[in-house]
Nanobody, 117 residues
């Protein structure tokens, strides 16, 4: 699965951003069978899981983003999105989308999110 991430940028604390990850070259059945999600990596920190959504639509969030971020997927459009509200400076990081099936994972290129105080 080839993934293309978009939607990062600079926003003030309290603002919102929406990240999208598309798989335009992947057929529907291939995309819909994958679990999807977003990781982030801040400078000097380890990559951490932000949110995930299974192929059946079950979601999971890091405690630090619960109630602020929402992950969703649209299998017909072959996209997964991350709506980020009430952003905080410590949300600043490079965000990476991924697609996972079994032991195999694919990654999109990172997209920078910067939240100013």
């Amino acid at each position: 699965v080839q993934l293309q991430a978009s939607g990062g940028g600079l926003v003030q604390a309290g603002g919102s951003l929406r990240l999208s990850c598309a798989a335009p070259r992947t057929i529907f059945s291939e995309f819909s069978s994958h679990d999807m999600g977003w990781y982030r990596q801040a400078p000097g920190k380890q990559r951490e899981l932000v949110a995930s959504i299974t192929n059946s639509g079950s979601t999971n969030y890091a405690d630090s983003v619960k109630g602020r971020f929402t992950i969703s997927r649209n299998n017909s459009r072959k996209t997964v999105s991350l709506q980020m509200n009430s952003l905080k400076p410590n949300d600043t990081a490079i965000y990476y989308c991924y697609a996972k099936r079994g032991l195999t994972a694919s990654w999109g290129q990172g997209t920078q999110v910067t939240v100013s105080s």
